[in-house]
Each structure stands twice: as C-alpha cells, then as structure tokens.
C-alpha cells in the first residue's frame, strides 16, 4: 500500500513563498500521475495542480497559474509544489494524491492515494 506524506506547510506572509513536498513510500507508482488538491474551512477540495509521470503535462488551476509550479523526483518518489506570490485566499490544507493513471487529472475522483495533508495559512 503506498503512502503519501506532505510536507513543508507553515505560516507566511503574504508575498510570500512555500514549497510542499509529497514523499511517496511502500510500492511506487508506476507510470502514475499525481495532484495537488486543497480544501479551506467551510469549502469543497479543490484542484491546485496535476503533473504527469514524465513531467512533460502539466495542469494548474486558474487562480495559481503564473504563481504555483509543479515538478517531481521518480528517483525520490517525491513530487514539489513551489508557491510563490502567496495571497490570503491562498489559505486551505494543501493535500497531495497520487493516480494510478499516466495521465493527470482536475478531478479529484480520478486520485487513488491521498496524504493526510498540511496547512498552508497566509496571513496579511
């Protein structure tokens, strides 16, 4: 059984910058693609980032792009989540998750493994 663990979350200002790592262990995925999703208090989770097993595709949402970047170690199974230019609305439980699939995907009903999350706050 894999498990994902992040890592890296923390308090910042805003402006600020964040880097979230998601260490895979037990049997790594082969071939498989990977996510970052986020949930604040009171909202649905929702898609942050997606990378494929190459790191050839990736997906971002809307709201990050320009400011969040992917990437990911197969040697390490690790995958990164660089934030930068981080804004209040920023603020949620970052949650990395792990698809047997090649291909990356915005829904997160598309991820087979998830991490226990971390919390990312963002403070004026």
């Known amino acids: 059984q894999v498990q994902l663990v992040e890592s890296g979350g923390g308090l910042v200002q805003a402006g600020g910058s964040l880097r979230l790592s998601c260490a895979a262990s037990?049997?790594?995925?082969?071939?498989?693609?990977m996510g970052w999703f986020r949930q604040a208090p009171g909202k649905e989770r929702e898609f942050v980032s997606a990378?494929?097993?190459?790191?050839?595709?990736?997906y971002y949402a809307d709201s990050v792009k320009g400011r969040f970047t992917i990437s990911r170690d197969n040697a390490k199974n690790t995958v990164y989540l660089q934030m930068n230019s981080l804004k209040p609305e920023d603020t949620a439980v970052y949650y990395c998750?792990?698809?047997?699939?090649?291909?990356?995907?915005?829904?997160?009903?598309?991820?087979?493994?998830w991490g226990q999350g971390t919390q990312v706050t963002v403070s004026l």
């Open positions: 037990g049997r790594a995925f082969s071939r498989g693609s």
């Open positions: 998750a792990a698809s047997y699939g090649s291909s990356p995907s915005r829904s997160r009903y598309e991820y087979d493994v």
């Open positions: 990378i494929s097993w190459s790191g050839i595709t990736r």
